[in-house]
């Protein structure tokens, strides 16, 4: 159980700094997701809140108490690896009691824990095989076993599943799911993956270049992206940004239609216009805002993304529900729900509307 | 099709040649290798062995002949024989024990990060670099208090009453080759150790710190494991080496003062090349390889036991 705070954390290797005047609070109980493309230092925030990187700057808090200067050894949190980082030469009961191991624990105590995480985690018939026996699913759940029998105050997760193939993918997250459920412990989670952040997260937290971009609920960065980083990095496809000019009565297109959107905008100018592909709509000729032709159909059964391009405006790509009768070369006529377009200043902040 | 039937065609025939393709041909394509091979280690090494059980004594070139175990029993009773066989395992104990130690723990060192690490690095390999013969003349000359310091430190730090040559001192000689021995060694110890540190990955060491290990716990439950494999090879191999090794013994001490520095394979070049006794000296050499040959047994089986990875 613990409620951890980030206040004005800042990470430099040597002169470079890669993040500044990070603040977050973590309550306790809560799934937190880290997600953002690749080098946003997502992985080094979360390795500072191990303790395994130190903080150049900030104050770093668990349950009120500065964290900065303490060991990993003493902040009782468990981390589950990319790697997963088991013990080659130990067995997985050892590997899972590592730290009861270290910790000097009675042996009946390490046995009870080492065997009923292994029941809840279904690795009870291999406790005997070295990691290097086991499937690439079997050592996640492993590593897990790890982090679990420890019983720690918070669970850090860096990308646990990104070496898994899509099926097991799946599997492991509802598991994680579960755990958060039945544990109801602190976790941090690390991914690059948005779908895992959707379906895990309490709270998702969007980075990019060392900067925190949006913090909130699935939903709200669904719903109400902050800024177009954002807006682009969470849902798939991704959504269509419109190059647009503010004009009487709504915002117009490169091609002059006039939309009706943004009347709220205040002082502020809108400089593009986004909307999520399942939020087009192919139309009747008469009702629709762009007319264009479709360049690509993809039928995935579920959907039908219909890739056009629209003359004057650009391509735009539009998701339909379920099997759509259309064909590459098509014409194509869109409408835009102009109550789920979102407009964004020219520094790429969203602007409420 | 046509490929199908054609094989089962050939198929009688080679059936027919089934003991030339299977029992003959492979053995064959390696001849080149074998007859190499045997030229170059089993032949000779056949020829020294059979030499044990001869007369082969150049002083006396009309006496030799096939003399049964003659040399072993002659061996039983050498006195010399079983000094140096003392010798031996004292000079193996002591060199390969200060070389491990003091190897495994410059490893460590050499391992962490700090300023000028490469040049420090290519400076633990220059022992190694050294010709042998040049390192003994050295070391011979820094214990000998006329002209080298050693003495004299000893003397000031109250290990010697005063600054003599200990390489004359027939219960302090080892002493001299061992410490030679032990500067020679440390870089073998220290590299191919390194080595087996760097493959250790990082991540182990970031797990256990998170699982609460303390560095002394990391280094018996981490870093020791990942290390047996290699320490058991090395010291295997390092020991067979020492006890074979007698050129710093040679020239330092010559085997004396009184025999006190004699090991075996010093006793077997004065037995060869000095009384011109081969036949004896091979004797002695087959004895060393036997002995060797049940330590490399031991290890080997003890190192399948406790070896995991």
């Known amino acids: 159980m613990a409620r951890i705070e980030l206040h004005n954390i ?16 973590i309550e306790d109980g809560e799934f937190i997701v880290l997600v953002g493309p690749s080098g946003c230092g997502k992985s080094t925030l979360l390795r500072m809140i191990a303790g395994l990187e130190p903080i150049t700057d900030g104050d770093f808090r668990i349950d009120g108490a500065r964290m900065n200067e303490i060991p990993p050894r003493d902040r009782d949190m468990a981390m589950v690896f990319q790697s997963y980082a088991l013990y080659p030469h130990m067995d997985v009961s050892r590997n899972m009691g590592f730290s009861l191991e270290i910790r000097k624990a009675q042996k009946e105590e ?22 290097r026996a086991l499937s690439g699913g079997q050592r996640q759940r492993v590593a897990m076993g790890r982090a679990i029998v420890r019983d720690p105050s918070a669970f850090l997760f860096d990308e646990p599943l990104s070496n898994l193939d899509a099926a097991l993918r799946v599997e492991m997250r509802l598991e994680i799911a579960r755990l958060h459920q039945r544990l109801n412990a602190t976790m941090i989670y690390v991914t690059h993956d948005q779908v ?4 895990l997260a309490d709270r998702i937290v969007v980075l990019n270049a060392g900067d925190i971009q949006q913090v909130g609920t699935p939903l709200d960065l669904y719903e109400r992206p902050s800024n177009k980083f954002v807006a682009q990095f969470i849902g798939s496809p991704t959504m269509n940004i419109l190059g647009v000019v503010q004009s009487e009565g709504g915002v117009k297109l490169k091609d ?28 009747a000729e008469e009702a629709a805002h762009m007319r264009g032709v479709a360049e690509l159909v993809e039928h995935l059964g579920s959907d039908t993304n219909i890739h056009a ?22 014409a194509v006529n869109i409408a835009v729900d102009l109550e789920k377009a979102h407009l964004f200043g020219p520094d790429g902040v969203r602007l409420a509307a | 099709m046509t490929a199908i039937a054609d094989s089962a065609s050939g198929e009688p025939r080679a059936r027919g040649s089934f003991y030339f393709r299977y029992m003959v041909e492979p053995y064959l394509y390696l001849s080149p290798a074998i007859i190499l091979i045997a030229l170059v280690m089993l032949v000779p090494l056949a020829i020294g062995i059979s030499y044990a059980f001869q007369s082969v004594n ?14 072993f029993q002659t061996l039983w009773n050498d006195r010399k024989f079983w000094l140096a066989l ?13 070389q491990f130690f003091l190897g495994l723990g410059l490893a460590l060192l050499l391992n962490t990060q700090f300023y000028g690490k490469r040049l420090v690095q290519a400076l633990v390999f220059l022992p190694w670099a050294v010709p042998t013969f040049l390192s003994a003349l050295t070391w011979a000359w820094l214990f000998n208090p006329t002209i080298g310091p050693l003495p004299h430190w000893l003397a000031a730090l109250g290990i010697l009453s005063e600054p003599f040559n200990i390489l004359g001192d027939p219960n302090l000689a080892m002493w001299g080759p061992i410490t030679a021995n032990v500067w020679f060694g440390i870089p073998f110890f220290a590299i191919t150790l390194l080595a087996a540190l760097q493959s250790i990955p990082g991540e182990l060491y970031e797990a256990a710190e998170i699982d609460g290990a303390s560095s002394w716990q990391m280094f018996t439950k981490i870093t020791l494991p990942f290390l047996a494999p290699m320490i058991a090879i090395t010291v295997m191999l390092r020991t067979i080496w020492i006890a074979n090794f007698a050129d710093l013994i040679f020239v330092m001490t010559g085997g004396g003062p009184a025999n006190s520095t004699q090991i075996l394979s010093t006793y077997i070049f004065t037995t060869a090349f000095r009384k011109l006794d081969f036949g004896y000296a091979s004797a002695i050499a087959v004895a060393l390889l036997g002995l060797l040959l049940i330590y490399a047994v031991i290890l080997l089986v003890l190192r399948r036991k406790l070896v995991k990875i």
Do not use: C
Not at chain 1, 310 to 329: D, E, W
């Open chain 1, 256 to 283: 002059g239609t006039v939309l009706n959107v943004g009347s709220e905008t205040g002082q502020r100018q809108a400089h593009e216009l986004g909307v999520r592909p399942e939020h087009l709509d192919v139309v």
């Open chain 1, 10 to 25: 800042a990470k430099a290797y040597g002169s470079v700094e890669v993040m500044r005047d990070i603040n977050l609070t």
């Open chain 1, 110 to 131: 390490r046995g009870r824990k080492v065997a009923e995480a292994a029941q809840t985690l279904g690795l009870a018939s291999l406790t005997e095989r070295l990691p």
């Open chain 2, 86 to 98: 003392t010798n031996t395992f004292w000079w193996t104990l002591g060199s390969i024990t200060f």
């Open chain 1, 196 to 199: 895992e952040a959707l379906t």
């Open chain 1, 309 to 330: 391009k629209i003359p004057g405006v650009g391509p735009v790509l539009v998701r339909q529900h379920g099997h759509f009768p259309m064909k590459t070369g098509d």
């Open chain 2, 58 to 71: 150049l002083l006396r070139p009309f006496q030799s002949g096939w003399v049964g175990l003659e040399n």
